[in-house]
């Protein structure tokens, strides 16, 4: 059997002496109509009798199969606008009757009542219905579905004798097994599916919770939220680590969404959180830009008139750290930028397309991982979760945008427009280093950056030291802004970045000695901006 994207039961597991199901009848009701055709049509001819809900069953008619309705089996109407329709005991006895007892398959022979051995069901879309920003509470409340959770709940509870179907991509392996078998279906396979019957409705039933608790609250009293996994990684954090990615249900977009695999080998567990890093820094801009990742902070970031320029610049900031690093781009790759890329060793390449030829000279190193991004849909998530023994961390996503004209100058000398434009940039790329956090630009482009330091003191330090031990960049210090994700407790700190030759500095302020360190740069004749916003990443 092939399980897309899951895994079946490992040889011996769960068996518990179940035996191989013979389906003759199956029940199908389903909102995704995705490969139900072609499922039915190969059920049907294998002799299996279908019975069918409203308008899937006028659709599998108007397709050529013969089909019974769900009345015939309930001998009662779809009412209340189909609001009921499965909800009867006839047909809940027909999935719920355990096969193997007496007095129960007595009762279905006495009420006149068939079996039903295999359940195709899926749910009304009230995942992707409350996701339309102008959609009414009406129009949600009519897509919860509770004839369809309920059938599939019965048959998986009662797995030992029917198989219950929710996803199109197990359709074909359902049918494979059958053809396989006589028209069988094993018990590892019904236990597997059952597994994947709770798991939808887990996921459904956490969707229509979320709704609802958040209208009273951003953070409710029960935090409901389903996950399903998206792809196995290579390994974790370290080699002997195992590792997946879960994406959360219903989310309009995730760190992989639409993003396709050109070349390479699989993803890890770190290549996916640096990639999350990247892609989050790289989305603060949409003029050409690039940003270099390692070990989850930047180490190079810039913005330029080109992809090529971008990278060149984002570069020059740290080639050291950029040495198996992760590289996010926001403009198509060319041979050209290909060249310089392939000349250097990068773990993972991110950019919305390549030229192919440029794909050629990328694909000469074997291990680079190619990643195409299509994704136009923004990350609609408000909150940030971190895991805690036991627990979890939820607040607000600091998503905050902190505009110029929300900023104040509290310093003599007022910056000039090229250091406005510095201070702006750097800004932005300090609130996605690790705190404590100090990024050193010139030119739109970071030049020295510390972080994830005890002492904010000494992230300045390190970002000066990597930026006067560079060639490249020691010469741009003359003209260079810094960015402070937090106050300077003490002035020791800007004077470091004063005497490194930084000649504007922007900060949240909020400090009990910020006169002093105001006055710090009064002295030296430096520029200081305050925002009155904190960005500390932990």
């Known amino acids: 059997m092939s399980w897309p994207s899951t895994s079946p039961p490992r040889d011996g597991e769960p068996s518990s002496g179940g035996e191989p199901l013979k389906v003759r009848r199956a029940l199908i009701s389903v909102a995704d109509k995705t490969g139900i055709f072609d499922f039915a049509r190969g059920l049907q001819e294998l002799g299996v009798e279908i019975v069918s809900t409203g308008g899937t069953a006028a659709s599998l008619r108007e397709s050529g199969l013969e089909v019974s309705s769900v009345e015939s089996l309930t001998g009662a109407p779809e009412i209340l606008g189909g609001r009921v329709k499965t909800l009867h005991p006839r047909l809940h006895a027909a999935l719920l009757a355990k096969r193997d007892d007496p007095e129960h398959l007595a009762t279905l022979a006495e009420q006149g009542i068939e079996a039903i051995d295999l359940v195709c069901v899926n749910l009304y879309p009230f995942e992707q219905t409350v996701t339309r920003r102008d959609v009414s509470d009406e129009v949600a409340v009519e897509n919860i579905d509770i004839g369809g959770p309920t059938m599939i709940r019965a048959a998986a509870k009662n797995h030992l004798g029917v198989a219950v179907v929710v996803r199109p991509e197990s359709y074909d392996a359902v049918l494979a097994e059958l053809e396989m078998s006589e028209g069988t279906i094993s018990f590892d396979t019904r236990h597997w599916l059952a597994n994947e019957a709770f798991a939808m409705t887990a996921g459904y039933d956490a969707a229509i919770s979320r709704w609802f608790g958040r209208r009273y609250e951003e953070f409710p009293q029960h935090w409901v939220v389903a996950y399903e996994k998206f792809d196995d990684l290579a390994y974790g954090e370290n080699p002997h680590q195992r590792a997946s990615l879960y994406t959360e249900v219903g989310a309009r977009s995730h760190v992989l969404s639409k993003v396709a695999k050109k070349h390479g080998r699989a993803l890890s567990f770190n290549n996916v959180l640096d990639l999350d890093s990247a892609r989050s820094l790289l989305a603060e801009f949409s003029d050409p830009a690039c940003v270099i990742v390692k070990h989850n902070n930047p180490c190079g970031t810039a913005v330029a008139n080109s992809g090529l320029d971008a990278y060149e610049a984002a570069l020059r900031c740290d080639p050291v750290s950029a040495f198996g690093a992760i590289i996010a781009l926001n403009r198509r790759v060319d041979a050209a930028l290909a060249e310089r890329l392939q000349a250097n060793f990068i773990e993972v390449l991110i950019a919305p397309g390549y030229d192919e030829d440029a794909l050629e000279i990328l694909r000469r190193k074997e291990a680079l991982r190619i990643l195409d991004d299509t994704e136009q849909r923004s990350y609609d998530a408000s909150v940030d979760v971190k895991r805690v023994r036991g627990g979890m961390l939820v607040q607000d996503l600091d998503r905050s945008l902190d505009l110029r004209d929300q900023m ?102 909020g400090s009990k000695r910020d006169e002093e360190v105001i006055a710090a740069c009064d002295a030296a004749g430096v520029a200081m901006v305050l925002t009155g916003r904190r960005h500390f990443r932990h």
Do not use: Y
Not at 497 to 502: C, K, L, N, Q, V
């Open 408 to 509: 104040t100058v509290v310093t003599a000398s007022e910056p000039t427009e090229q250091q406005w434009e510095d201070l702006l940039f750097a800004w932005s790329v300090c609130r996605h280093v690790k705190s404590n956090a100090i990024v050193f630009a010139s030119g739109c482009a970071s030049i020295g950056i510390g972080a994830g330091q005890m002492s904010r003191v000494d992230s300045v330090r390190i970002a000066v030291e990597k930026a006067t031990e560079n060639p490249a960049t020691s010469p741009l210090l003359a003209s260079s802004v810094v960015a402070s994700d937090a106050f300077f407790p003490f002035a020791d700190g800007p004077g470091e970045a004063i005497r490194a030759g930084a000649k504007a500095i922007v900060q949240p302020g």
